[in-house]
């Protein structure tokens, strides 16, 4: 397993933009799919999107195609969240996983999660 830590949330205006980032500790991060969730209160939580370990594989759900793009580091150990055109519907926690399989897709077996960050997007 891989410790995940999520920070870049914040309190953004519908339309703008935030970053998010998941710093991971352990050697063999570049071997794992990573993958972005939120939850908000009373809701089951959400997969957003996924990057493959390799970085040439993303997946993204449908509410966030188009706006919300995924990247990775590698030789950071981070992988990325970049949310532009934000709705208040976007608000959420958001936490990245782990996927030991590699794939990063909505699928993925996740068996490491980080804490979570708060994003709001105000009307």
């Known amino acids: 397993q891989v410790q995940l830590v999520e920070s870049g949330g914040g309190l953004v205006q519908a339309g703008g933009s935030l970053r998010l980032s998941c710093a991971a500790s352990?050697?063999?991060?570049?071997?794992?799919?990573m993958g972005w969730f939120r939850q908000t209160p009373g809701k089951e939580r959400e997969f957003v999107g996924g990057i493959s370990w390799s970085g040439h594989t993303t997946y993204y759900a449908d509410s966030v195609k188009g706006r919300f793009t995924i990247s990775r580091d590698n030789a950071k150990n981070t992988v990325y969240l970049q949310m532009n055109s934000l709705k208040p519907e976007d608000t959420a926690v958001y936490y990245c996983?782990?996927?030991?399989?590699?794939?990063?897709?909505?699928?993925?077996?996740?068996?490491?999660w980080g804490q979570g960050t708060q994003v709001t997007v105000s009307s």
């Open positions: 996983a782990a996927d030991y399989t590699g794939r990063g897709s909505s699928r993925s077996p996740y068996d490491s």
């Open positions: 352990g050697r063999t991060f570049s071997t794992y799919g």
